[in-house]
């Protein structure tokens, strides 16, 4: 099975931070990986596929990069309704794996 | 518009079995693979299991393999999840959730169910 590492675990940023997130697998993965914000008491959103294909009707200061083991999740200008949980999924193989999550809070 | 709702949870003693549903709309069903993903309290995501759009490949975790079935009646647009065996570390918010593409068992999950709870205690 494919293990997701994701970084850090927590964090605190100013409203208009840039905020970054990693993400690791134990195997390449090519560019199949996707993230999630979780909203408390929701079903997560998918905010990015493949890497770097953001969602249509997404806001633009979300953005994904990387390939591989090694991906980056960014939000610039974070804003008060970013709060939440954020997970990076991967879909190269069975069993689809989730990384740990990261919860994102304002100052 | 797509809508998966969630149904059938509740509260179960260990050992004892509780079938999911989630209902579907809005959308070809028979086309899409259909997965179910939960969530323990304060925890993470785990994926669970998957269907095919025909219903003929299934795959699970190893957590649930052996104790949970998932299957689906596309002539109902309805995706269910038989748990038997229930144990403590089963209890969890379970979703169902669609992926993106036709026919593909993997990819990115573009519409969930609202949750269902099940708690597993005596």
């Known amino acids: 099975d494919i293990q997701m590492t994701q970084s850090p675990s927590s964090l605190s940023a100013f409203v208009g931070d840039r905020v970054t997130i990693t993400c690791q697998a134990t195997?390449?993965?090519?560019?199949?990986l996707n993230w999630y914000q979780q909203r408390p008491g929701k079903a997560p959103k998918v905010l990015i596929h493949?890497?770097?294909n953001l969602e249509r009707g997404v806001p633009s200061r979300f953005s994904g990069s990387g390939s591989g083991t090694d991906f980056t999740f960014t939000i610039s200008n974070v804003q008060p309704e970013d709060i939440a949980t954020y997970y990076c999924?991967?879909?190269?193989?069975?069993?689809?794996?989730f990384g740990g999550g990261t919860k994102v809070q304002i100052k | 518009q797509v809508q998966l709702v969630d149904s059938g949870g509740g509260v179960v003693q260990p050992g004892r079995s509780l079938r999911l549903s989630c209902t579907a709309s809005?959308?070809?069903?028979?086309?899409?693979?259909m997965h179910w993903v939960r969530q323990a309290p304060g925890k993470g995501l785990e994926w669970v299991a998957v269907?095919?759009?025909?219903?003929?490949?299934?795959y699970y975790a190893d957590s649930v393999k052996g104790r949970f079935t998932i299957s689906r009646d596309n002539s109902k647009n309805t995706l269910s999840l038989q748990m038997n065996s229930l144990r403590a570390e089963d209890t969890a918010v379970y979703y169902c959730?669609?992926?993106?593409?036709?026919?593909?068992?993997?990819?990115?999950?573009?519409?969930w169910g609202q949750g269902t709870l099940v708690t597993v205690s005596s």
């Open positions: 959730a669609k992926i993106v593409g036709q026919w593909e068992l993997r990819g990115s999950f573009d519409f």
């Open positions: 195997q390449d993965i090519n560019h199949y």
């Open positions: 493949d890497a770097s």
């Open positions: 999924q991967q879909h190269d193989s069975l069993p689809l794996t």
């Open positions: 809005g959308f070809t069903f028979s086309y899409f693979g």
């Open positions: 269907i095919s759009n025909d219903g003929n490949k299934k």
